[in-house]
């Protein structure tokens, strides 16, 4: 899987091959979205600058953590 452009000023692209849960949270834990990997295109823009985290499970549980930059 791959999420980009890292850093972003807008659109985060997501290049999966399967169906994956996506929750976006700040630097203090809080969620700020969810989106599902159907959506290829994650807009940000309405986010302040700083660190977020994606979060991204998979159809069995399994997650992985992502840090972004939104400029």
């Given amino acids: 899987m791959n999420v980009y452009p890292n850093p972003t000023v807008r659109i985060l692209n997501i290049n999966v091959t399967e169906e994956l849960n996506i929750y976006i949270y700040n630097i203090s834990g809080m969620e700020l979205a969810r989106f ?3 959506d290829k295109n994650i807009d940000i823009s309405s ?8 979060k991204i499970f998979n159809s069995e ?11």
Avoid: C, D, Q, T
Wanted: net charge positive; charged share 20%.
């Fill in 61 to 71: 549980g399994s997650f992985s953590v992502k840090k972004i930059i939104k400029l």
């Fill in 36 to 38: 599902n990997s159907l």
């Fill in 47 to 54: 986010f302040e600058s700083g660190v977020y985290f994606l």
